[in-house]
T-cell receptor
Framework: EAGVVQSPRYKIIEKKQPVAFWCNPI?????LYWYLQNLGQGPELLIR????????DSQLPKDRFSAERLKGVDSTLKIQPAELGDSAVYLC??????????????FGPGTRLTVL | TQLLEQSPQFLSIQEGENLTVYCNSS?????LQWYRQEPGEGPVLLVT?????EVKKLKRLTFQFGDARKDSSLHITAAQPGDTGLYLC???????????FGRGTSLIVHP
């Protein structure tokens, strides 16, 4: 069974440019998460989807970040415009959604963003 | 302020040594999870502890959940170079469904 797929793996852009990350979760997983991970830190939740509905997005900086999961399967996270401080690894994870507090989250390899 | 405090932040040891890393909070968690993350990869779940006082073993790794469900520990016996990685604890406090991660313990095991 394929794991969580993310692309691109690496992205280098100049500040003020837009950037988008794509995530394809494990087949059948209803819950999808986007995390930001800074160097030397643990992942921080940006947004959580149950199917196509964003149920936790309080940590998403909505002035420049947006996300969508239109058909409840794959998802896109966008930053426009990017700032230097956005340089980080963006992780996507999915889970079955059967038991929110103990669900196993399966993580993708992440997209490493560098903003110059 | 981190909801989950992990210690130590860094650990560099020789192969064969034992070690313990800690995950502490002032909040009660319905469950805590431990992950290991290798460079360039996403975290991989090692174990979920649910019951206060619970002990789970995974080969040379022993996980314990505190009686009050506010803390957890991970003990590795006879560490091997393959244990090298970032160990993260995570959980959703109280009735929240928002998962929170600690900053992690970066472990290096030298051959």
């Amino acid at each position: 069974e394929a794991g969580v797929v993310q692309s691109p793996r690496y992205k280098i852009i100049e500040k003020k440019q837009p950037v988008a990350f794509w995530c394809n979760p494990i087949s059948g997983h209803n819950t999808l998460y986007w995390y930001l991970q800074n160097l030397g830190q643990g992942p921080e939740l940006l947004i959580r989807y149950e199917n196509e509905e964003a149920v936790d997005d309080s940590q998403l900086p909505k002035d420049r970040f947006s996300a969508e999961r239109l058909k409840g399967v794959d998802s896109t996270l966008k930053i426009q415009p990017a700032e230097l401080g956005d340089s980080a690894v963006y992780l996507c994870a999915s889970s079955s959604g059967l038991a929110a507090s103990t669900d196993t989250q399966y993580f993708g390899p992440g997209t490493r963003l560098t903003v110059l | 302020t981190q909801l989950l405090e992990q210690s130590p932040q860094f650990l560099s040891i020789q192969e064969g040594e034992n070690l313990t890393v800690y995950c502490n909070s002032s909040s009660v968690f319905s469950s805590l999870q431990w992950y290991r993350q290798e460079p360039g990869e996403g975290p991989v779940l090692l174990v979920t502890v649910v019951t206060g006082g619970e002990v789970k073993k995974l080969k040379r790794l022993t996980f314990q959940f505190g009686d009050a469900r506010k803390d957890s520990s991970l003990h590795i016996t006879a560490a091997q170079p393959g244990d090298t990685g970032l160990y993260l604890c995570a959980g959703a406090p109280g009735g929240s469904y928002i998962p929170t991660f600690g900053r992690g313990t970066s472990l290096i095991v030298h051959p």
